[in-house]
């Protein structure tokens, strides 16, 4: 069991960067792969990005590619995500989850969820 709590979202302006912290509780944070996935209004939950278990194995989303930062510090059980150079079309809930397997960049392979802060990025 992972439990898992997102915080940094907020208003910033188009250009700017935010700092998403996922604070993960549970003996096997450090054994699983990690995502970051978003929903905007009307559209479905897509992955940003995913790191293996050691840090390794990172995955983006191609509109993310070279502006988001995705990490990890498991000796104090915490993830990020780094984004900057925000666009008003990243607004959105952005949600960090956690995989019972080491590695894993598709949705269906994530098995706890964080309730997601809010990203709103006025242009």
């Known amino acids: 069991q992972v439990d898992l709590a997102e915080s940094g979202g907020g208003l910033v302006q188009a250009g700017g960067s935010v700092l998403l912290t996922c604070a993960a509780s549970?003996?096997?944070?450090?054994?699983?792969?990690m995502g970051w996935f978003r929903q905007s209004a009307g559209k479905e939950r897509e992955i940003v990005a995913a790191i293996g278990w050691n840090g390794g194995s990172k995955f983006y989303a191609d509109f993310v590619k070279g502006r988001f930062t995705v990490s990890r510090d498991n000796a104090k059980n915490t993830g990020y995500l780094q984004m900057n150079n925000l666009k008003p079309e990243d607004t959105a809930v952005y949600y960090c989850a956690a995989s019972s397997l080491r590695r894993c960049s598709g949705y269906g392979c994530y098995d706890y969820w964080g309730q997601g802060t809010q990203v709103t990025v006025s242009s």
């Open positions: 549970g003996r096997t944070f450090s054994d699983s792969a």
